[in-house]
């Protein structure tokens, strides 16, 4: 048997798990096994599928356990296994399932991998059915679900079930049978069923003589007359308590929920006041919590009260009790009736909102305006030390790589003018100088064959004279995307008769004429704001092709 020491629940089943908890029922799908060994940088809880699948298994158990773990079982059988392997891996997935109140599905969540267990080299091997072993056998998966967890499994039909699984679910079956059925002593654990006789309702033993008469006809009667005096007695109670859409509520008159509704009211005036410039300057938002907190606890109060208000007219049976639990308009605040703890929460409530509106007083000040000075306390000041702190940074040469381009550009003869390419283009953010290099692969043995690696900065635009067409030929790279290629090379434009090295202000030329991966390096002085555009030249007469690739921008910022 394998051993699976490393079982999780995975990264993706913890996903599912918050699904779970907002409402979806947890539907297991299947059990999966499989042979592959766990991948390299992966670890149980990382798996998002099975890595190497052998057979997939329909679920035949679901049971759940009070310790919020859950056992999901399925038969593995080798009949259709043609060649051996080892059973080295084994998942468990899952899905969410939303249902409306109608019983009928909503919505469901993807289908994952919500646990995995991998025994690497503990793993047992399976034989071929063809060789005469049959292996079947009752797989069953332990996993964590949650204590809350609404476990549904759907079984496919003509699913056959081991003896054993068989007789354990019989034997659950018959338990809550009996749980319904009859009544257990917790005492003695004797049994007693119902039982009705001439009017007289008992709980009879099931197995013995023993007989609990609950009432007889005669006591049933004298509580239905109870319950009908305090019915006869409570019927003008509804019109103190009013209904929910009552107004004109006041201290002095009104229903109840005619003077919920006034307070209601007269909170929506308090907080119509407030702006909303003020509401998002603030601050105190711990004080407010602590606030809303004291409304919530005595509105909690009254809640409690209501119930106990509910109780009472179960139980009262004349109007004068319920009626000195209700009280008057004109109780205080201080009195422990209905109306008195209405009168109670209304002066909480305003005495809290008095104090967030003295809160949020005074804040415009600590905000500030946009002409305070660096190093002032107000935020404005402080955003503008800021913007002073990052204003004197430049580029500094470097050979710290901040930006690399991967992409690889060829010719050969038969492009008889070679290709110019825009290996990058950016904006530079500072002023100051920036490295580059890139790799050149010239066929050598073949003179003519070279490569260039030109530098071009915006504001350097200081051609020679000799060299015509300079201007327009850095204006065409600075304003061409990346990976742009041209079908004739530009080292004409650039430089002064093949010259190898050429310097018009920060617009900087290299050569290299053949040379087998040579990285060739140079770089650009720029201002802030400037478009910089770095740019390759390749020409060949060889059939080998020519290449240039592997972008590096160096820099540091300081």
């Not at 399976?126 to 069953?140: H, K």
Request: hydrophobic residues 35%; charged residues 25%; negative net charge.
């Amino acid at each position: 048997m394998s051993a699976f020491y490393d079982n999780n629940v995975t990264d993706v089943g913890r996903l599912l798990l918050g699904d779970v908890q907002m409402g979806a029922s947890f539907v297991p799908t299947k059990i999966v096994i499989g042979k592959g060994y766990l991948p390299q940088g992966k670890t149980t809880r990382t798996m998002t599928d099975v890595a190497d699948v052998v057979k997939e298994l329909a679920l035949n158990k679901a049971t759940k356990n009070p310790d919020g773990d859950a056992i999901f079982g399925a038969i593995f059988s080798n009949e259709d296994i043609q060649e051996a392997f080892y059973y080295r891996e084994l998942g468990l997935y899952a899905k969410g399932v939303y249902y409306n109140q109608s019983g009928g599905v909503e919505r469901e969540t993807a289908e994952v991998l919500y646990s995995y267990g991998n025994a690497g080299e503990n793993a047992e091997l399976i034989p071929a059915y063809s060789t005469g072993s049959v292996v079947e056998r009752q797989l069953d998966l332990l996993v964590y679900i949650g204590n809350d967890t609404e476990v549904k499994l759907e079984l496919e039909t003509g699913l056959y079930v081991t003896i054993p699984v068989f007789n354990d679910t019989v034997e659950r079956l018959e338990k809550d049978i009996e749980e319904v059925r009859y009544i257990v002593d917790s005492t003695t654990a004797k049994k007693y069923e119902w039982a009705m006789e001439n009017g007289t309702l008992s709980l009879d033993e099931v197995d013995g003589d023993t007989k609990i008469n609950i009432a007889d006809k005669e006591t049933l009667d004298a509580v239905q007359g109870k319950v009908d005096l305090i019915h006869t007695n409570t019927e003008g109670l509804s019109g103190k308590i009013g209904e929910t859409n009552d107004s004109g509520g006041s201290e002095a008159a009104g229903s109840v929920f005619a003077k919920l509704n006034k307070i209601i009211g007269d909170i929506a005036a308090h907080v119509k006041q407030w702006t909303a410039e003020r509401a998002a300057k603030l601050d105190q938002l711990d004080t407010i919590n602590e606030n809303a907190k004291t409304a919530s606890t005595k509105a909690t109060e009254l809640v409690e009260d209501l119930a106990e208000l509910k109780a009472a007219v179960a139980q009262e049976s004349t109007v004068e009790g319920i009626s000195n639990k209700i009280g008057s308009e004109g109780d205080a605040d201080t009195q422990p009736t209905l109306f008195g703890r209405l009168a109670q929460l209304k002066n909480v409530l305003v005495e809290k909102l008095a104090e967030v509106l003295t809160k949020v007083t005074g804040i415009d000040g600590k905000i500030g305006t946009s002409g305070d000075t660096s190093g002032s306390g107000t935020l404005f000041g402080q955003i503008k030390t800021i913007v002073d702190t990052i204003a004197g940074k430049k580029y500094r040469y470097s050979d710290t790589v901040q930006h690399t381009e991967s992409a690889t550009y060829s010719t050969t003869n038969a492009e008889s003018w070679g290709k110019a390419i825009v290996l990058y283009n950016f904006e530079a953010e500072y002023d100051g100088v920036i490295h580059v290099s890139a790799q050149f692969n010239i066929p050598s043995g073949n003179s003519g064959s070279f490569g260039a690696l030109h530098c071009l900065c915006e504001s350097s635009w200081q051609p020679r004279s000799a060299a015509s067409g300079t201007m327009k030929s850095i204006e065409k790279c600075l304003n061409t995307p990346t990976g742009t290629t041209f079908s004739k090379y530009f080292s004409g434009k650039f430089s002064d008769n093949g010259e190898a090295n050429v310097l018009y202000g920060g617009n900087f030329s290299k050569f290299v004429y053949y040379g087998t991966n040579d990285e060739i390096h140079s770089l650009v002085k720029c201002k802030k704001g400037d478009k910089v555009s770095i740019v390759a030249d390749i020409y060949t007469v060889s059939t080998t092709p020519g290449t240039v690739g592997n972008l590096k921008v160096m820099y540091d910022v300081k």
